[in-house]
């Protein structure tokens, strides 16, 4: 499968600082693909390296098989998406949709037809007279995302683009996005922090920490089979078990994570814990565990009794459950 975006050995430095450092990385032609990490992790400035508005202290930079290094932003066929939207105030919903097509030359009525097929597109039809002013932060997205596809770009870079919705429409437009992506065929590059949305909508991942990937897969490679301890903890809160603890459990010292959906509490399980307390989050309830001095976090579906504070239980767990990670142990 061709590349649509390509790292060799990238790196950008800010004096002393790090952004990103020594990055291999491939993104394939028509996949939706996430970069996700905290802040200063690096994954920003990867997009904005791949967008031309950062140039590499070294390494090489190739978008389809073409150099991009040196290259402005306007000479790649790139475009981004913005958390903030960067919409023209003073521009109705159509004039900042074609306004990429009028800096292009294209004529008024060419571009003000691609403008409303755009917004067709991300299911705004009739919306061209109005004001930005005058629509939700939702809508605002959508006209966002409707100017940058209308430039027919070969990859899209999303910056965060749900980061400012509530949580309701934030999951909507994850659905929409996704939908869209697929019925496109073109490369989606999502930047986020927060890993549901890089998990529901991506078909690959790269978690970024301190400049560098840490692991890159599919959704269920990264939460289900982490490389590091990183990983384990940042994607899912995952419990990870120090080596000493994992070798006495299984013969192997090497750190290992265990997700707390897959620790069972019940008289018949081998292991003892106390219960240091409980949180009631809607379908499920955290339950926090002393277990041979660490703390360990398991989940418990709403409807089942949930044990006191301070009471001793037994636990357990599937052994494919324990996922072993040599690095990082």
């Known amino acids: 499968m061709q590349s649509a975006v390509l790292f060799k050995n990238v790196s950008r430095h800010y004096g002393e600082v790090r952004a990103v450092h020594a990055v291999d990385l491939e993104v394939r032609a028509g996949e939706f693909f996430a970069m996700l990490g905290p802040s200063g992790s690096g994954k920003t400035t ?93 809508q605002r997205q959508r006209v966002a995302l409707a100017r940058a596809l209308v430039n027919e770009p070969k990859v899209l870079l999303l910056d965060e683009p749900l980061g400012a919705l509530d949580l309701k429409l934030r999951e909507q ?74 070798l006495e459990l299984t013969g192997h010292h090497a750190a290992a994570s265990l997700r707390p959906e ?19 989050i809607g379908a499920v309830t955290r339950v926090s565990l002393n277990f041979r001095q660490m703390q360990l976090s398991a989940l418990v579906p709403a409807g089942v009794a949930v044990p006191e504070t301070g009471e001793t239980v037994s636990i357990g767990w599937d052994r494919e459950a324990l996922h072993l990670m040599e690095r990082g142990s």
Do not use: C
């Open 46 to 138: 990867s997009l904005r390296l791949i967008a031309g508005f950062e140039q590499p202290t070294s390494g090489h930079i190739e978008i389809f098989g073409e150099t991009a290094e040196g290259v402005p932003p306007y000479r790649r066929n790139v475009n981004t998406v913005f958390q903030d939207y960067a919409l023209f105030p003073h521009m109705s919903v159509r004039d900042n949709v074609a306004y990429g097509l009028m800096i292009a030359g294209m004529g008024r009525k060419a571009r003000y037809a691609k403008a409303e097929e755009a917004l067709e597109l991300v299911r705004l039809p009739g919306y061209g007279d109005r004001a930005p002013a005058a629509l939700s932060g939702g």
């Open 262 to 280: 897959a620790i069972r509490i019940g008289a018949e399980e081998k292991h003892a814990a106390t219960v240091a307390g409980a949180s009631y």
């Open 173 to 246: 437009m994850q659905e929409e996005l996704k939908s869209l992506q697929k019925s496109l065929g073109i490369t989606f590059i999502f930047v986020t922090h927060d890993q549901g949305e890089a998990l529901s909508m991506a078909d690959r991942v790269a978690v970024f920490d301190h400049g560098k990937i840490q692991q890159v897969g599919t959704p269920q490679d990264i939460y289900q089979r982490p490389d590091t301890p990183f990983v384990a903890d940042f994607v899912g809160s995952s419990n990870v078990l120090p080596a000493d603890m994992v």
